[in-house]
């Protein structure tokens, strides 16, 4: 099966600008999760979607990042207007909805590089 | 949340056995443990996931004592192939109105395996 896509891979903008991430889960997987790792920090978890719906949101940092997923495919992740602290790895990742979603392991995608100058 | 200690880096020789011990005092009832394993510039990677006692799979082993407050992966005769950032999480399992507990990733144990 194919595994989740992330584009771009790199992004390179300047502050103030706007970017706006993509992710593919696997098919079939509602579960989609956004994380990020700023340099030399842990990975952090930003939000997870059910499908179309943010079951929880409680990881995004501010108003200036928004996540969205019409339909309950793909998932965008928008960042307007850019900061400097924003600029890490932003990983997304997919599992299977069960009925204890979270002993369904998560498969990730290899990341979008942002960096904000 | 349940958060989880592991040492922050490890070194073995290609032919070893390593175990990397994570610790997770305040793990609850129906919380898995679940280990990944990144490598530079790719996302983490599922290894095994367990409850209690011991799991077993084509890459690697997971042992879980009865208190379950810590687990121990182990990696069987690693390779250089093997170097990599390894991470222990525990996540619930229980499904919430409010919905599950977002898994927690800490700093991760860093393996160098060296010829």
């Known amino acids: 099966e194919a595994g989740v896509t992330q584009f771009p891979s790199h992004s390179v903008i300047e502050k103030g600008q706007t970017v706006t991430l993509r992710c593919d889960p696997i098919?079939?997987?509602?579960?989609l999760y956004w994380y990020r790792r700023v340099m030399g920090k842990e990975i952090k978890f930003l939000l997870h979607?059910?499908?179309?719906?943010?079951?929880?949101e409680s990881g995004m940092p501010n108003n200036r990042f928004l996540a969205e997923r019409t339909g309950g495919t793909y998932s965008t992740l928008k960042v307007q207007p850019a900061e400097l602290e924003d600029s890490g790895v932003y990983f997304c990742?997919?599992?299977?909805?069960?009925?204890?979603?979270?002993?369904?392991?998560?498969?990730f995608g290899n990341g979008t590089r942002l960096t904000v100058t | 949340l349940a958060k989880t200690t592991q040492p922050i880096s490890m070194d073995s020789y290609e032919g070893q056995e390593v175990n990397i011990t994570c610790s997770h005092n305040?793990?609850?009832?129906?919380?898995?443990i679940t280990w990944y394993q990144q490598f530079p510039s790719q996302g983490p990677r599922f290894i095994i996931q367990?409850?209690?006692t011991k799991v077993t799979n084509e890459v690697a082993s997971l042992f879980i004592p009865a208190d379950r407050k810590s687990s121990t992966l182990s990696l069987p005769r690693v390779s250089l192939s093997d170097t990599a950032v390894y991470y222990c999480?525990?996540?619930?399992?229980?499904?919430?109105?409010?919905?599950?507990?977002?898994?927690?990733f800490g700093k991760g144990t860093r393996l160098s395996v060296i010829a």
């Open positions: 367990g409850y209690k």
């Open positions: 098919s079939g997987h509602d579960n």
């Open positions: 999480l525990v996540g619930d399992n229980g499904v919430r109105v409010e919905g599950n507990t977002p898994l927690v």
């Open positions: 979607f059910v499908k179309e719906s943010k079951q929880d």
């Open positions: 990742a997919s599992s299977q909805v069960q009925r204890s979603p979270y002993n369904s392991p998560l498969h």
């Open positions: 305040n793990i609850a009832t129906n919380d898995y």
